[in-house]
């Protein structure tokens, strides 16, 4: 099994043993926060199980059907993930205003609490082990999954401070305001999910610090009159950089003296940004015709 379906597993385990508390938790006092960060957890396990199956796909070789792999999979994950969090927001905040008009007492609000924190704690050390994973690994898929636990900590932090606000002044009308407040949190965070799986699908750019790399790499390079270099263009697919560019060479050099400077330029934007897959096109660089595709 791979290192990253491992961290898959994990989440998927994680969201079942957290679901398990913040039910008992909400079962044992019959808070509406309480239910709201619950609610959370169920979509954190949908979530789960969605990252598994698009890090499953994902990992899949190319074929004749996809050429250039199947590493875009992590992307529909990450927009589910966003997806299943506004579903989640919408049960909640319909939830909260509902015992906001209609309150209800609550009780056992100690081990109630107790609970809560528990799973905030094993969510808190999973969520930065799945973050710092996607990170090494650049699986936008762990990232996000990782972030979501993350978030899920927050809520829990909020619900406990709120019930326990509750729990010490009696004031029963903070536990669906609480639940309320859970539920436009993580609309926030849903479509920040969204938004950036959208740039992954739609072959946004590689981020400045990367873009920079390359462009040092090129700068080092160049020689006035001599070697330049144009048409860079870049994105990324899961874990994979791609970055295109033209090489400009005088005409009267061999195509091995050519190809030999490519591979060299090529071999250090691997070294700056690993997991690069690079594509060159050599023109000479005092045909005017080298210039006709420059569009970028």
Same mark, same amino acid.
């Given at each position: ?19 398990? @508390? ?9 808070? &509406? ?8 957890? &169920? ?16 990992? %899949? ?13 992590? +992307? ?9 969090? =506004? ?9 909260? #205003? ?19 924190? #528990? ?18 690994? %650049? ?13 899920? &900590? ?8 709120? /019930? ?26 849903? +479509? ?16 400045? *610090? ?7 790499? @090129? ?12 048409? @860079?263009?870049? !994105? ?6 791609? &970055?295109? =560019?033209?090489?400009? #060479?005088?005409?009267?050099?061999? /195509?091995? !003296?050519?190809?030999?400077?490519? *591979? ?8 700056? @940004? ?16 080298? +210039?006709?595709?420059? !569009?970028?």
């Amino acid at each position: 099994m791979s290192t990253l379906k491992k961290f898959a597993w994990l989440s998927v385990a994680t969201s079942i043993v957290t679901i398990s @508390l913040k039910m008992v938790a909400w079962w044992v006092t019959g808070s &509406v926060g309480l239910l709201a960060d619950a609610a959370e957890s &169920v979509v954190n396990l949908v979530a789960a199980v969605v990252a598994l199956i698009a890090i499953t796909v994902a990992e %899949r070789p190319a074929d004749d059907d996809h050429q250039f792999g199947h590493s875009k999979a992590e +992307y529909f994950s990450a927009g589910v993930e966003g997806a299943m969090i =506004f579903v989640a927001a919408t049960f909640i905040l319909y939830t909260g #205003v509902e015992r906001l008009l209609n309150p209800v007492p609550i009780g056992s609000l100690g081990l109630g609490l107790a609970i809560s924190v #528990v799973a905030a704690v094993v969510n808190g050390v999973v969520g930065t082990l799945l973050v710092r994973a996607g990170i090494k690994h %650049r699986s936008p898929t762990l990232r996000a999954d990782g972030k979501h636990l993350l978030t899920d &900590v927050v809520t829990s932090v909020g619900v406990v401070v709120g /019930v326990a606000l509750v729990w010490l002044t009696g004031w029963e009308f903070l536990d669906p305001i609480v639940a309320i407040a859970v539920g436009l949190n993580i609309l926030f965070i849903g +479509y920040r999910l969204v938004h950036e799986s959208g740039m992954g699908l739609m072959d946004a750019t590689l981020p400045d *610090e990367d873009n920079r790399a390359i462009q040092a790499v @090129l700068d080092r390079h160049r020689q006035p009159g001599l070697i330049d270099f144009h048409e @860079l263009r870049t !994105r990324e697919s899961g874990k994979w950089r791609f &970055v295109e =560019f033209h090489a400009l #060479v005088p005409g009267d050099w061999s /195509v091995e !003296r050519g190809h030999d400077l490519v *591979e060299k330029v090529e071999q250090e934007i691997h070294s700056a @940004l690993p997991h690069s897959h690079i594509t060159t096109h050599l023109e000479p660089i005092e045909d005017e015709r080298s +210039y006709n595709d420059v !569009r970028l």
